[in-house]
């Protein structure tokens, strides 16, 4: 980010051009909406450690591949760190306090939480807040800015029934949320109102 001397102080600040340029970006994602993780992992003292994630991507298929980016300085890189190992925990819709526990500066976030050790991994599994867990070893590590994207082969998939829980607009809400809340399913272009899209004048199935 650009910055400019305060001729004051003589503390350097944010451009204001850099920080609109922020706020844009800020905005842009935003409008991404995503699912909600909570990644686990055990730091070298044995305590669990976890921060809400919504950076989580699909990597490849081949060997089962996904990434997540965390925060430098914080606790939970560095366990992923230290281990080489961590857990994504996928969060359902009645999931929000938990998301939010992980989210905050907690001194004991699985304090707040029922939590258990997968013992095929011994990694931490929120079994009553996620519908689904991932076990992931590091493959690969890439600092950007102040977040690391973490690599991670897939190891072990757990899952139950469950509808996730979604962030997006700066808020959580349930994949059903858009249908009961009575919004209206509006067509995108070249999609006809059933949710069939329309592509060079064939229908296509929506999705995979
Ligand atoms: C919905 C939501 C999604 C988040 N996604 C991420 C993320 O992808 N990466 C990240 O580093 N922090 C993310 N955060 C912020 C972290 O959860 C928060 O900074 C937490 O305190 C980090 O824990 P740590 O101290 O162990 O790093 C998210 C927060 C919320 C509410």
């Given at each position: 980010m650009e910055r400019q001397e305060d001729?004051?102080?003589?503390e350097s600040r944010p451009r204001p051009d850099a920080e609109a340029h922020t706020a844009a970006f800020r905005d842009l994602m935003s409008k991404f909406p995503t699912g909600v993780s909570v990644v686990t992992a055990v730091d070298t003292k044995g305590a669990p450690q976890g921060a809400t994630c919504s950076s989580l991507s699909s990597?490849?298929?081949?060997?089962p591949t996904l990434l997540v980016c965390l925060r430098t300085g914080g606790v939970t890189l560095e366990a992923v760190r230290e281990t080489g190992r961590f857990a994504v925990n996928l969060l359902h819709e009645d999931a929000e306090r938990a998301a939010k526990v992980f989210a905050?500066?907690?001194?004991?976030?699985?304090?707040?939480v029922p939590w258990q050790t997968w013992l095929p991994s011994g990694l931490p599994h929120l079994h009553r807040d996620a519908f689904a867990c991932a076990d992931c070893r590091v493959a690969a590590e890439l600092l950007i800015g102040d977040h690391v994207i973490v690599v991670g082969t897939v190891s072990h998939i757990t899952m139950s029934g469950g509808m996730p829980l979604m962030y997006g607009m700066r808020r959580f809400l349930s994949w059903a949320a858009p249908d009961a809340l009575g919004h209206e399913r509006l067509p995108c272009p070249g999609q006809q109102a059933d949710g069939v899209a329309v592509r060079a004048g064939l229908a296509v199935p929506d999705g995979d």
């Amino acid at each position: 980010m650009e910055r400019q001397e305060d001729s004051g102080t003589g503390e350097s600040r944010p451009r204001p051009d850099a920080e609109a340029h922020t706020a844009a970006f800020r905005d842009l994602m935003s409008k991404f909406p995503t699912g909600v993780s909570v990644v686990t992992a055990v730091d070298t003292k044995g305590a669990p450690q976890g921060a809400t994630c919504s950076s989580l991507s699909s990597v490849t298929l081949s060997p089962p591949t996904l990434l997540v980016c965390l925060r430098t300085g914080g606790v939970t890189l560095e366990a992923v760190r230290e281990t080489g190992r961590f857990a994504v925990n996928l969060l359902h819709e009645d999931a929000e306090r938990a998301a939010k526990v992980f989210a905050a500066p907690f001194v004991d976030r699985f304090a707040e939480v029922p939590w258990q050790t997968w013992l095929p991994s011994g990694l931490p599994h929120l079994h009553r807040d996620a519908f689904a867990c991932a076990d992931c070893r590091v493959a690969a590590e890439l600092l950007i800015g102040d977040h690391v994207i973490v690599v991670g082969t897939v190891s072990h998939i757990t899952m139950s029934g469950g509808m996730p829980l979604m962030y997006g607009m700066r808020r959580f809400l349930s994949w059903a949320a858009p249908d009961a809340l009575g919004h209206e399913r509006l067509p995108c272009p070249g999609q006809q109102a059933d949710g069939v899209a329309v592509r060079a004048g064939l229908a296509v199935p929506d999705g995979d």
